[in-house]
């Protein structure tokens, strides 16, 4: 037994050394190998591989001659901050990573794994695709791996870090899952490759240029995040898993707060301009009231007229989404509606609260965004806050006009409670484009059109947009103190803690899409 375990303990050092050669190969890429990644994510010493042992049994093209063990992807678990975490890496050094039958069947069973124990799964990717030796049987793998991605949706919080080339097929999986974060010039992601493209289009383009990090976190909106180095993006998705719960039957983690839940924010009396038609920056905003000025931005570059962040309030995990005026005014568009409406559904899964904060003229009006889709995008951003049982509290800054006040939680749509500044308009539309429709007739008679426009648009406002009209009539729950903003969001969160709202029985709903 001593001669066995001796040579247990070889094969076992022999498969942790790896090969140095590809090892070197890899450096010399600027990416880090496997286990090194997973070093990084895991807490020191918690890694618990899973089939460190297993070999494929394909044959042919060679393949009978060359059997490394792990099959090129490493799979287990460990904990993040204390918590498990299931994970599987790809091992580029064996087969670039590539994804063979018995390199699936590692991944489903730690995704099966992850599922009934109910905890995060994140996958480290960096492989070549389909292993082109073993034919359909690595394609059937990929199908495994994304019926069980639908599987665990908004049961477990997965997420994906793209940290080499994924191509074809593969890039359905992390498409699948909760958050995709990416490496500048190390990872890249798309469906079909330059050379693909150059055959069928004539379009010369690169790797990064056609799927790199800042391409997908800018312009297709496919990742969430993009990091310069895979150290800082490997801690970043460590504080991620600090903000999110291990699945949907638990709380996201409470923190102890040090930042005074009573602080008063006296600095957004001056933040914020009294004038609805300059801009400002509601970053400043989010960070003056949430815990430490701390939070993390989702899709940060991706629709910018819209801020999608996660953050805490008196300790407790919240989900944040308000109007950027500093991007287009706030206005809702194609892509901003999607992007709220698939946040909204992301903390309503994993019951994260979701405060609102609301400064918006309207959608996007033009041609381009009629004949796109805006009322089915739009449309996904109502049905995802209508169809959302979390704790749901909306603040109204200055303006709420039109369509897009209903869409931005308004309390007809459920908000629980809803909140204004003292300057706020809510209104079907802003007062000199509401006074040109409604005394088009009567300004057109004046003598003077201009003065009479004036005039009426000043009586308009009066009448109709006064900060106190929408709380006369029970629409705004409280007009509060700016500075006071913090202190009302933390109390109101305190209370709708142990909020329960009933649902129709329904196998699911169908969303817009």
């Known amino acids: ?201 004539g379009e010369e383009i690169t790797q990064n240029g056609l799927g790199g990090a800042d391409v997908h976190a800018e312009t297709s909106g496919v990742a969430h995040f993009a990091y310069d180095d895979e150290e800082t993006c490997i801690s970043e998705v460590r504080y991620l898993l600090s903000m999110l719960p291990a699945n949907n039957r638990a709380t996201p983690p409470a923190v102890p707060c040090d930042d005074p839940v009573d602080r008063r924010c006296e600095r957004l009396l001056d933040l914020v301009p009294l004038d609805g038609s300059r801009p400002y920056d509601m970053r400043e905003v989010i960070t003056e009231i949430v815990d430490d000025g701390e939070h993390m931005e989702v899709h940060e570059r991706w629709a910018t007229s819209v801020i999608t962040t996660l953050a805490r309030l008196g300790g407790q995990v919240v989900g944040i989404v308000a109007s950027q005026p500093q991007s287009l005014a706030g206005v809702l568009d194609i892509h901003s509606s999607e992007k709220a409406a698939r946040f909204v559904q992301l903390c309503d899964a994993f019951s994260v609260p979701l405060v609102t904060l609301v400064d918006v003229p309207g959608f996007l009006p033009g041609v381009d965004q009629e004949h796109g889709g805006i009322i089915r995008h739009g449309a996904k951003l109502l049905y995802a806050y209508c169809n959302a049982t979390v704790p749901r509290i909306s603040l109204i800054l200055r303006k709420a006009y039109g369509g897009a006040y209903i869409v931005m939680d308004s309390q007809s749509i459920g908000a629980d409670l809803t909140f204004a500044w003292p300057a706020n308009e809510i209104a079907v539309m802003g007062a000199e484009g509401a006074a040109n429709v409604v005394f088009r007739r009567q300004i057109a008679a004046s003598e003077d059109p201009e003065a009479t426009r004036q005039q009426l648009v000043k009586e308009y406002k009066a009448e109709l947009m006064h900060p106190y009209y929408a709380a006369e009539r029970g629409l705004v729950d409280d007009v509060i103190d700016p500075a006071d903003t913090r202190a009302t969001l933390i109390g109101a969160l305190a209370m709708l803690r142990t909020k329960h709202a009933a649902t129709p029985a329904r196998k699911h709903g169908n969303p817009p899409t």
Not at 25 to 41: D, F, M, P, V
Not at 109 to 122: S, Y
């Open 1 to 201: 037994m001593a001669e066995r375990v001796a040579e247990l303990v070889r094969i076992r050092q022999d498969v942790l050394d790896g090969m140095p050669a590809a090892t070197e190969a890899q450096h010399a890429k600027g990416k880090l190998t496997a286990r090194e990644r997973i070093a990084l994510l895991l807490d020191e010493g918690s890694f618990k591989e899973v089939e460190q042992l297993r070999r494929h049994r394909a044959t042919g093209f060679g393949l009978e001659a060359k059997k490394p063990y792990t099959d090129g992807v490493i799979t287990g678990w460990g904990t993040v901050e204390g918590r498990t975490v299931f994970v599987y890496a790809h091992d580029f050094r064996i087969f670039g990573g590539a994804l063979g039958e018995a390199h699936a069947t590692k991944i489903h069973k730690i995704m099966d794994m992850a599922i009934a124990a109910g905890a995060p799964l994140v996958s480290l990717n960096d492989g070549a695709g389909a292993r082109i030796q073993e034919g359909v049987s690595a394609l059937a793998g990929y199908g495994g791996i994304f019926q069980r991605n639908t599987r665990a949706s908004g049961v477990i919080p997965q997420i994906s870090v793209m940290l080499g080339p994924c191509a074809g097929g593969a890039a359905y999986s992390p498409a699948l899952t909760d958050f995709v974060f990416m490496v500048r010039e190390t990872s890249q992601m798309f469906i079909t490759g330059p050379d693909v493209v150059r055959a069928v289009t």
